[in-house]
């Protein structure tokens, strides 16, 4: 008999009918159905951008440069979002974009969560030694400024794609590691985990069938949050030079671009911002939502 069943806790609903008031729960929030609806069609046009987008975001045309958006004075239905000063088409650019934003953001989140949750998971369940010096290591991290850190690494280790998410995956774990710690340090003395133990379950197997499982919804409400996080500090690093290399589109190197044209040509700048910002909103407004749902509270009838 598996040794999760036996846990003394009250009667509780099945895990499908709490997910399903969960799902229902999160489905009655309208802003966060518009928010999951942007991120879809986000999500949409970053992995089908090759056929969203009209051009390719790299091709230049020195006499086509900095036209304006189609409804502005001197636009084109051609380039609806106007042209940049080398001419190339800023549709397909936020388009394209949107790919090494979401990659960063997912990636970065998903490494910092499997490191923050293996220390949140030993420190809780350990204690002692093991739990003073993961919580001091997370301390002295916690004094640096994430980015001003992920600066100094980027600079002194150099750039590029998988570094950015490496770098951002590093500086990010101490967040759901303090999580992790609190949930299982509250659960470790729970009749489910004594009764494993005494039955002769290893920890690792503990940690992995019976924590793990309860600790799932906080650490999908940090990954949602720290996924925008992560894409607003590529964009960051790649305004400052410091991120994704320049021939590699994204919305932090576009706005670096189009800082000098902002009294000109101000859409250079503009729309690219603005996909940063609607996603940046997009994902913390969700991450709310999961935040308010995962509680029982929040739909118990």
Do not use: C
């Amino acid at each position: 008999m598996s040794p999760v069943a036996t846990d003394k806790a009250p009667a509780q609903a099945p895990a499908g009918d709490s997910r399903s008031a969960m799902l229902r729960a999160l489905l009655r929030n309208k802003l966060a159905v518009a928010s999951l609806t942007v991120l879809a069609l986000l999500l949409a046009a970053a992995v089908l951008a090759p056929l969203v987008a009209p051009y390719d975001p790299n091709t230049q045309n020195l006499l086509l440069r900095l036209r304006p958006p189609a409804w502005h004075d001197g636009g084109s239905t051609a380039h609806l979002l106007g042209t940049d000063q080398l001419g190339r088409d800023l549709l397909s650019r936020v388009v394209h974009g949107a790919r090494v934003s979401l990659l960063v953001g997912a990636g970065a989140a998903l490494l910092a969560g499997v490191i923050g949750t293996i220390v949140g998971l030993s420190s809780g369940y350990f204690g002692g030694w093991a739990d003073r010096t993961l919580m001091r290591l997370a301390d002295v991290q916690l004094a640096f400024p994430s980015l001003l850190l992920a600066l100094a690494i980027v600079g002194f280790v150099g750039s590029g794609l998988w570094m950015v998410i490496l770098v951002l995956g590093f500086t990010g774990w101490v967040s759901y590691a303090r999580v992790v710690r609190s949930e299982v340090m509250s659960l470790r003395s729970r009749d489910f985990v004594t009764e494993a133990r005494a039955i002769g379950v290893t920890d690792v197997t503990i940690m992995r069938r019976h924590l793990l499982p309860n600790v799932m919804a906080p650490l999908a409400t940090i990954g949602t949050l720290h996924v925008a996080a992560a894409i607003v500090a590529e964009a960051s690093l790649s305004y400052l030079g410091l991120g994704v290399p320049k021939e590699t589109v994204t919305w932090g190197g576009m706005l670096s671009d189009g800082q000098l044209y902002l009294g000109t040509s101000w859409w250079v700048a503009v729309f690219p911002g603005i996909a940063l910002m609607l996603t940046s909103l997009a994902i913390n407004i969700t991450g709310d939502a999961l935040r308010d749902v995962a509680d029982p509270k929040a739909y118990r009838r």
